[in-house]
């Protein structure tokens, strides 16, 4: 207890600590420490979740899509002439690009078996909606009977998600460490 003049004793814990002129520095000096440490976290951390998200999105290497010539088209995937079943040549990611009826780790009987049925299908001068997704689901079949060793997966996407969620959740962390302590300093005077 502390007697300020007046005869009535003061807890110690309601007294007044003067300010340090330092201490308005140091806060300010740890704001800036913390939002240069967490902010740069919280965005990297988003973008890895975007890209994550986004990856399974793109055609896989066994899926045709169907365009008109002077479409863009993608990385992967086959893109074919969505009415005579032809390959094409389109635009994508910057680079002209040259489809083919040919896929990964589809032996030359195999992709000849999708031309044939392709060509089947055009024979009546153009192809519908329920002959594209015939093509897709043929594609789809043959693609299922290959050995493990030789098929190729889809992109998934979920190592970007888990290193976005992962720095995410430490700027988070870390963010809620840095107001947690704000607030008590600023609760305490300081």
């Not at 720095?167 to 600023?186: E, K, V, Y």
């Amino acid at each position: 207890m502390i007697n300020d003049g007046s005869g009535l004793p003061i807890p110690c814990y309601l007294r007044t600590v003067p300010r340090r002129s330092g201490d308005s520095t140091a806060a300010a000096l740890l704001t800036v420490l913390s939002a240069a440490l967490i902010l740069p976290l919280l965005l990297v951390g988003a973008i890895f979740l975007i890209i994550g998200l986004n990856t399974g999105s793109a055609p896989g290497p066994y899926t045709v899509v169907f365009a008109k010539a002077g479409d863009k088209c993608g990385t992967t995937g086959q893109y074919l002439d969505a009415s005579t079943g032809e390959p094409l040549r389109c635009i994508g990611g910057g680079v002209l690009r040259t489809s083919s009826v040919e896929f990964p780790g589809f032996s030359p009987a195999q992709n000849d078996e999708v031309r044939n049925w392709l060509a089947t299908l055009a024979e009546d001068g153009d192809l519908s909606v329920f002959d594209h997704r015939s093509v897709q689901a043929k594609i789809d079949g043959i693609a299922a009977g290959l050995p493990p060793e030789t098929r190729v997966e889809r992109e998934s996407g979920s190592t970007e998600i888990w290193i976005g969620a992962a720095l995410a959740g430490a700027g988070l962390l870390l963010g809620s460490g840095f107001a947690w302590r704000w607030f008590q300093n600023r609760r305490t005077g300081f």
